[in-house]
């Protein structure tokens, strides 16, 4: 896609596994395989898949959290995967990210005022005033009233506290916000409300968003695109439409068996995953996904399948698809 803000191509981020008595990497965690996507100004790309599937990992890594194994990280053409800590620097106030737990991402120690003020004193020369100001205009964007940034997080609710979390990820006017299950740790009724305000912010502020999740009716909800992966790898991506309506993976199908179908007289494929998703540390030959897929064929198990664009738009890496 042409002018794409953000730009992941073949990016890996491999954890070691030490042991003896120098600590050497005996093995590795393949937490992310190669992955490749793009994201245009302005667009929601929903990240699902189970637990371990490499989801968190892929939007630190995004962030620079973690370092990638390998891979570029292009935003606007610059690859961040390639500058140090000082030279990336100016570059965090593009990126930002929302974290899961809105009880551990917050500093308890600190004022509501003074954790959402903290990016506006690092990236920022705006007079004490200014930050000040600020604030409450933030506070008051996410819902929450000015006059709380004299209090301190235990004093809120988990909905209250994400809101907290937006704010301070908005505070230096991010063009991309990665979510990390923003709302996974909220009550049904708060998930809804959370949901809500960040479309609204996203109208408002022309936001790119990366939200990951395994909630897939929240990701059809919000998303343009969704791209599902499993065990470190991108096994499809598409419009979000086309993938509800027309999935190609057999294991997009199993996730999407898993929603609870609100019409009762509406038939559905019954498919059913068996066994566990495999160690990263010691992942399938072939085919990632055949040792639970229901249509693994004997090439599943020796050859991996090419990543390929089966219809406009519509990505997936799997045999029953692969273009003679």
């Known amino acids: 896609m042409p002018n794409a803000l953000l730009e992941v191509k073949n990016v890996s981020k491999y954890f070691p596994i030490q042991g003896g008595l120098l600590k050497r990497p005996r093995a590795y ?5 190669r992955v490749s996507f793009q994201l245009q100004p302005g667009e929601t790309l929903g990240v699902v898949g189970e637990s371990g599937s490499g989801k968190s990992t892929l939007g630190r890594t995004i962030i620079r959290l973690y370092d990638p194994t390998e891979g570029s990280i292009l935003y606007q053409g610059h690859d961040l995967a390639r500058l140090n800590q000082k030279a990336l620097r100016p570059y965090r106030r593009h990126i930002q990210m929302v974290f899961q737990d809105p009880y551990a991402s917050l500093n308890p120690r600190m004022t509501i005022g003074a954790l959402i003020e903290e990016p506006l004193k690092l990236h920022t020369k705006l007079s004490r005033q200014d930050r000040q100001e600020e604030v409450r205009r933030l506070l008051k964007i996410v819902g929450l009233s000015p006059d709380a940034h004299t209090r301190y997080p235990h004093e809120f609710s988990g909905g209250q506290r994400q809101r907290i979390g937006i704010a301070r990820a ?19 009724s708060i998930q809804a409300q959370v949901i809500n305000l960040m479309m609204a912010l996203r109208e408002t502020f022309n936001l790119a968003y990366i939200f990951i999740a395994h909630d897939l009716s929240v990701v059809k909800h919000i998303s343009d695109r969704v791209m599902v992966m499993y065990l470190g790898h991108v096994v499809e991506l598409a419009d979000k439409k086309e993938l509800f309506r027309h999935p190609l993976h ?75």
């Open 170 to 188: 908005l505070s230096i006017k991010p063009s991309i916000i990665i979510a990390d299950e923003p709302v996974s740790a909220l009550d049904v």
């Open 250 to 324: 057999p294991y997009t199908e199993a996730l999407l068996f898993s929603v609870p179908e609100p019409n009762p007289h509406k038939k559905k494929e019954r498919i059913v995953l068996s066994g566990d998703i495999p160690s990263a540390a010691n992942p399938p030959q072939g085919c990632v996904f055949h040792t639970r897929c229901p249509k693994a064929m004997n090439v599943c198990k020796e050859v991996k399948p090419v990543w390929q664009e089966v219809s406009p738009r519509h990505w997936t890496a799997c045999h029953l698809h692969t273009k003679q």
């Open 29 to 33: 965690v393949r937490a992310i395989e």
